[in-house]
C-alpha cells in the first residue's frame, strides 16, 4: 500500500496516494494523525483497485500547505471535475515542486532567533492586466519583530495536466 516518499518535519501530514490503474491521478489530503489510517477510512469496497501512498509531508501547519498546494493545482486547471474535493491530475514529482517551492519561500534567512509566531497565507489573485498569479504571504511576529514575506508567483506555463495555465 505504499511507495512514499517521505518529506518534512512536524506533527501533520500532506499525503498523496491514488491507484495504479489512475497513475495520473492524486488524492490530496490531510491528517494529524496516522496516514495509512487516514486513507483505509476514506476508502470503499467499490473502489477500483488498492490505494498506493506516493507522497507524505510532514508538516507543522498541514491545512494552510493543504491549500497551497491543492490552491495552487486548481487554478492550473488540474482539478479532476466530478472526482471528489481532493483529487487532481497531477504527478508527484509536480506536487514536490510546489511543495518545495513553498517552503523555500517561507523558510528566508530574514528570522530572528527569538521564539515567534508564523501564519502563512495563500491567495490568488490577478495583477493589473489581468494576469493570473498566486499570493504566497508568510508571517512571523516575535516580541520585538513582525515580518512578512510575500512571493508573487505568475502562474503560466505548461502544466503536466496537460493545460495551459490561464
Known amino acids: 500500500m505504499s511507495d512514499a516518499l517521505r518529506l518534512g518535519q512536524g506533527s501533520g501530514v500532506v499525503y498523496a496516494y491514488g491507484y495504479r490503474c489512475a497513475p495520473d491521478r492524486l488524492k490530496i489530503g490531510l491528517t494529524e494523525g496516522d ?10 469496497t467499490g473502489t477500483p483497485d488498492r490505494p498506493v501512498l506516493l507522497l507524505e509531508i510532514k ?17 492550473r486547471g488540474c482539478k479532476v471535475v466530478g472526482g471528489g474535493a481532493e483529487w487532481f491530475k497531477v504527478s508527484r514529482e509536480e506536487e514536490i515542486a510546489i511543495y518545495q517551492f513553498v517552503t523555500k519561500a517561507s523558510s528566508e534567512s530574514w528570522y530572528d532567533t527569538e521564539p515567534a509566531t508564523e501564519d502563512l497565507h495563500l491567495c490568488l489573485t490577478k495583477n493589473r492586466r489581468g494576469v493570473p498569479r498566486v499570493r504566497l504571504s508568510h508571517y512571523r511576529q516575535s516580541r520585538t519583530i513582525r515580518r512578512r514575506l510575500t512571493v508573487l508567483v505568475p502562474v503560466l506555463g505548461r502544466s503536466s495536466c496537460g493545460r495551459d495555465a490561464d
Request: proline share 0%.
Open 35 to 44: 496516514t495509512i489510517q487516514r486513507i483505509v477510512a476514506q476508502i470503499s
Open 59 to 75: 508538516t507543522h501547519d498541514c491545512r494552510s500547505l493543504e491549500r497551497a498546494i491543492q490552491s495552487t493545482l486548481e487554478h
